[in-house]
């Protein structure tokens, strides 16, 4: 009976520990693959965390910013790719790097060169991203972005100008542009400049002269011009109507301000001839206290006289010189200064500063003596031109004319009274004395097409 009490005993026992075994054995083999896993990951961590940390360092040059915010632009590309990022987060990179591309493009930005680097400031960068816009942050970065667009007749980025010390945006922007156009008269053909401020996304647009792009509006029509004496011709042929004209400049090279330069040739002194704002235009105004009518009138009264007095003047045998000289003697024996323009200016007839006073007066300042003389001398077959300057420190307007294929210069203002008989001081000069005289070289150069001292 204990025998069997025993065996019965033992059978428990040995039944016990087989379902113990059993146990254990069962919780055991699905715990290995779960450890084979968690080293896995922790492999993986440690990859990536090299990944992210070191490898976009080397590449930009700068701390990572974090691997999901999509305004990092090439940094995250960069990072996506070498961390093995998903196709999803490599895609939406690629496009972030085309878009920008496209608006460098269209910006006329020149790429990286003017984009900057916006990493200093987190908030700066991700709102100087996500819209499009170049964050700056100075007055010169902005002046440097209008300077490019200008240069490639593009329009400038979006600027976010937070930190760009900046009051009153618009007008600040504004004063940069007018400096510019100071400094680089040429880039006149970006005439317009219009800023509005979104936030602190401040949007700059130009308005450039047709000419300057090629791209006309659509039906235009004008005389097409093609040099800076073509545009004097053009004005000169329109002058007695005193209405606009439509031009087509087809020369890329002219710049603004030259053509006003040449511009100062035309009217007499009676009616101002200038482009209109975006050069497709040439346009007449009065002076003060006249109308365009009264300066017609003037300018007609002008022409008759010179009519009447060429042939006077002037015959077939005569060279060009012989010519130059029945003028120019005839000016200084015949018109007087009118002395008014010291004793009493606000007196002087305004017909002194102009042909019309020289030739029915009598009576002129140097306004009236140059332009008389540029008419007659026109009128007798020889090319010639106003200067406007200073003689002794004092404005001062006198000739240059071609004669024979020479360019000399003319003061007859200077010498009023004189004859050929007791000899001329200032009468076809091919030097004028740089103490007494001073001009613009270029604006001479711009009309003779020769560099003249």
Same mark, same amino acid.
């Given at each position: 009976m204990k025998r069997q009490l025993l065996h019965r005993l033992w059978a428990l026992v040995l039944a016990a520990m087989l379902v =113990?075994?059993?146990?254990?054995?069962?919780?055991?083999?699905?715990?290995?693959?779960?450890?084979?896993?968690?080293? +896995?990951?922790?492999?993986?961590?440690?990859?990536? %965390?090299?990944?992210?940390?070191?490898?976009?360092?080397?590449?930009?040059?700068?701390?990572?910013?974090?691997? !999901?915010?999509?305004?990092? &632009?090439?940094?995250?590309? +960069?990072?996506?790719?070498?961390? &093995?990022?998903?196709?999803?987060?490599?895609? +939406?990179?690629?496009?972030?790097?085309?878009?920008?591309?496209?608006?460098?493009?269209?910006?006329? $930005?020149?790429g990286d060169e003017n984009t900057g680097d916006t990493s200093g400031s987190d908030d700066a960068q991700g709102s100087g991203n996500s819209d499009g816009s170049l964050a700056v942050s100075s007055k010169e970065e902005i002046k440097s972005l209008l300077i490019s667009a200008m240069e490639d007749l593009q329009q400038p980025q979006s600027m976010e100008i937070s930190n760009a010390g900046l009051t009153s945006p618009e007008i600040d922007v504004l004063n940069i542009y007018y400096e510019i156009t100071a400094d680089r008269p040429e880039l006149k053909v970006a005439y317009k400049l219009s800023a509005e401020l979104t936030g602190s996304t401040l949007t700059c647009t130009f308005s450039y002269m047709p000419y300057a792009t090629g791209i006309f509006p659509d039906g235009f029509d004008g005389i097409e011009v093609q040099t800076v004496h073509e545009l004097i011709a053009v004005a000169n042929d329109?002058?007695?109507?005193?209405?606009?004209?439509?031009?087509?400049? $087809?020369?890329?090279?002219?710049?603004? !301000?030259?053509?006003?330069?040449?511009?100062?040739?035309? &009217?007499?002194?009676?009616l101002l001839c200038s482009l209109n704002s975006d050069a497709t235009a040439l346009t007449y105004s009065p002076p003060n206290g006249f109308t365009v009518e009264e300066c017609i009138s003037a300018l007609a009264k002008t022409q008759s006289l010179a009519d009447d007095l060429i042939p006077q003047l002037i015959t077939d045998n005569m060279t060009t010189m012989e010519r130059a000289q029945?003028?120019?003697?005839?000016? $200084?024996?015949?018109?007087?200064?009118?002395?008014?323009?010291?004793? %009493? =200016?606000?007196?002087?007839?305004?017909? +002194?500063?102009?042909?019309?006073?020289?030739?029915r007066d009598g009576t002129a300042i140097c306004g009236g003596y140059s332009n008389a003389l540029k008419l007659l001398f026109e009128m007798a077959g020889i090319e010639c031109y106003n200067v406007t300057g200073s003689y002794f420190s004092e404005n001062h307007m006198w000739n240059i004319a071609n004669i024979d294929g020479q360019w000399l210069w003319f003061d007859a203002t200077s010498d009023r009274g004189m004859s050929p008989e007791y000899g001329f001081l200032r009468f076809a000069l091919t030097d004028l004395d740089t103490v007494k005289y001073t001009w613009d070289p270029k604006s001479v150069e711009l009309l003779t097409g020769q560099s003249i001292e």
């Open positions: =113990f075994l059993c146990g254990c054995s069962a919780n055991q083999d699905p715990q290995q693959p779960a450890r084979e896993n968690e080293d +896995s990951d922790n492999l993986s961590d440690e990859s990536n %965390d090299h990944t992210t940390s070191e490898e976009p360092s080397d590449a930009a040059g700068q701390e990572p910013s974090p691997p !999901d915010d999509s305004s990092d &632009g090439e940094d995250n590309d +960069s990072s996506g790719s070498e961390s &093995g990022g998903s196709d999803d987060n490599q895609d +939406s990179s690629d496009n972030s790097d085309n878009q920008q591309d496209e608006q460098d493009t269209s910006a006329g $930005t020149g329109h002058v007695m109507d005193g209405n606009p004209v439509n031009i087509k400049i $087809t020369n890329k090279d002219l710049e603004p !301000d030259q053509m006003s330069v040449a511009l100062r040739q035309v &009217g007499g002194g009676w029945a003028i120019y003697a005839y000016i $200084t024996a015949n018109v007087e200064y009118d002395q008014l323009y010291y004793s %009493d =200016f606000s007196s002087m007839p305004y017909a +002194s500063q102009t042909a019309l006073g020289a030739l």
